[in-house]
């Protein structure tokens, strides 16, 4: 993980403020006006003193209570107006944000998510994101409504005196900026390690889940629960930690305030004493002063939150700058398929070699079939003809054409990829098949779920093909779903399938009728196909065997 400045950070994603600049700025008028009226509430409380004293005020005394009264209504239009509009700026950026991560994850998978912790992830898309809003919604608009605000209450009360101006300047800095500073530097690194402690416990909470039965059947559930509450109790210990910052963060603000009045307060009366100020500029400033602390105030809690949030911010910002190990091919020429090739091919994970000059030809209208034992390198091979990881030496090919010299979408039309492991969303069956071809007829789905002898099964659930599958497909048994992995194959009707153990979960009478539906479609298909079966490989027109990453 990357480590930011909380600067860089603020940046960053300030910069994603750009298409709601209208926006923001709406809000920030609307903030300024707002504690404006909600600060010269108070200040001509004082010119109505002044007035029943008899000393001179802009406004009769009837005058300045209508005043007053407009003032508390127009402060709480523009405060509900601001709210609204800095909520709206929040979460459409939410959603712009949410929407630039999936990208990023779309051109990061699948290389570099595999092996990742998928609970982390998750954590990221959901809880860091959503944490943003504090700074869109809470940040922004009140660091620049600060600005603005502290410049005219120190015109206002420099007015009265330069000197002080001066002193409303000094205790707006050190409340807004120095305490901020100060608790932030103090907060340390507790941020990033809640929010990585929250993203471990989450992954360890959705492997729980995904494990409860191994959990049960071997009798390690107190085990598992006493680790959740220890990382439960690390993490509410973090978190306590950022709350007892937040506290002494509050306390050392208002303390400050406090010190800060009673400074204006001697300081104005001293001036009284020696001529420079009259009555009237001893009361107002101060009052001025007491009553114009709330956007130095939000910039003070700041100080405590905002290390949570930049914490956020860098995890998310993590993901929108790795760099995918596999770029996106656009604007090449066309191809169509004619056959595909492997020419001395090799290709290591992490420094481990799996591939050694491997070289594979598959004609046109042919099924490949490659076997050999687990480890040897057969999948990694299929995933190279997919593109889903660039070839180190030799090269892969589609048509004579190099798999990275074709654009990314060609490619995926060109070929469907069927693994051990089939992941179905939570949806209907038909709308899990449906994702290979969106635009697909019922008959269509039907008639390769009938390929992939499947098609009956689906008939005797209680919603045929709008029955819903669990989560995961965890409803379904490993050989339904490797079916229905299969009819999404036939169903994206590509030219070239490859096939990792497509009949691995499968018994013999359906795997009889998916090798017969993979004949017949043998003079528009052409198959690669990887098995441990030999019953499997009898209807491949040539079979391949690699071991320990060599064709032998």
């Known amino acids: 993980m990357k480590r930011r400045s909380g600067f ?11 298409p709601l600049t209208g926006f923001m700025l709406l809000a920030i008028t609307m903030g300024l006006i707002g504690n404006l009226c909600a600060s010269f509430i108070t200040i001509f409380g004082g010119y109505a003193v002044l007035s ?9 005394l009837g005058g300045i209570f209508a005043v007053v009264l407009v003032f508390a209504l127009v402060r709480g ?40 912790n998928r609970g982390d992830l998750i954590s990221v898309i959901t809880s860091d994101i959503e944490l943003l809003e504090v700074f869109y919604a809470h940040t922004i608009s009140p660091i620049a409504i600060a600005i603005l605000f502290t410049t005219v209450m120190c015109l206002f009360i420099g007015s009265y005196h330069w000197a002080l101006g001066l002193l409303a300047l000094c205790a707006y800095a050190v ?51 006493a680790e959740m509450n220890r990382r439960t109790d690390a993490l509410s210990a973090e978190e306590s930690k950022m709350k007892r910052t937040a506290g002494r963060n509050g306390a050392v603000t208002n303390t400050t305030i406090l010190i800060f009045d009673l400074i204006m307060l001697f300081s104005s009366a001293y001036l009284y004493q020696d001529g420079a100020l009259s009555f009237d500029g001893v009361l107002i400033p101060t009052i001025a002063l007491f009553s ?91 995933k190279l003809m997919m593109r889903f990881w660039d070839v180190q030496q030799g090269r892969v090919t589609v048509s004579g054409v190099p798999v990275a010299e074709i654009n990314t979408s060609n490619l995926r039309e ?14 209907s069956i038909k709308r899990n098949l449906r994702i290979a071809k969106l635009d697909a007829t019922d008959a269509e789905i039907e008639e390769a779920c009938k390929k992939a002898s499947v098609h009956d099964f689906i008939l005797t659930l209680p919603q045929g093909y709008d029955t819903p599958v669990g989560e995961l497909g965890d409803t379904l048994s490993g050989g339904e779903r490797q079916r229905l992995g299969l009819a999404r194959a036939f169903l994206h009707d590509a030219p070239l399938m490859l096939l990792d153990e497509p009949t691995s979960n499968l018994d013999s009478l359906n795997e009889a009728v998916i090798l017969k539906s993979l004949r017949e479609e043998r003079d528009k298909k052409t198959v690669v196909l990887v098995s441990h079966r030999a019953s499997t490989m009898r209807i491949a027109d040539q079979v391949i065997s690699v071991e320990r990453g060599r064709v032998c």
């Open 175 to 225: 409340v807004g900026i120095l305490i901020p500073l100060i608790t932030s530097k103090l907060s340390g690194d507790t941020g990033m390690v809640f929010r990585t402690q929250s993203g471990a416990l989450s992954s360890f909470v959705l492997d729980s889940l995904r494990g409860l039965s191994e959990t049960l059947q071997y009798g390690q559930g107190q085990e598992r629960l």
């Open 414 to 427: 060109m070929e469907s990829f069927v693994t051990q492991e089939t992941h179905l969303f939570h949806d």
């Open 77 to 116: 239009v523009l405060r509900y107006a601001e709210q609204s509009c800095n909520h709206f700026i929040a979460f459409k950026l939410l959603a712009i944000i949410r929407d630039k991560v999936f990208q990023a994850l779309r051109k990061l998978c699948p290389a570099k998510l595999e092996g990742r």
């Open 52 to 60: 029943v004293l008899g000393f001179h005020t802009p406004l009769p």
């Open 292 to 382: 114009s602390f709330g956007p130095a105030v939000a910039l003070a809690a700041l100080g405590s939150t905002l290390q949570n949030t930049f914490a956020a911010g860098n995890r998310v910002l993590d993901i929108l700058d790795d760099t995918p190990v596999v770029q996106e091919v656009t604007a090449m020429p066309p191809v169509s398929f004619r056959n595909a090739a492997a020419d001395h091919v090799s290709f290591s994970y992490g420094g481990e070699e799996v591939l050694q000059d491997v070289s594979v030809s598959v004609p046109e209208g042919q099924i490949v079939g490659i076997q050999g034992k687990s480890g040897s390198g057969k999948s990694t091979l299929l």
């Open 8 to 18: 860089v950070v603020m940046g960053r994603l300030i910069g994603l403020v750009k």
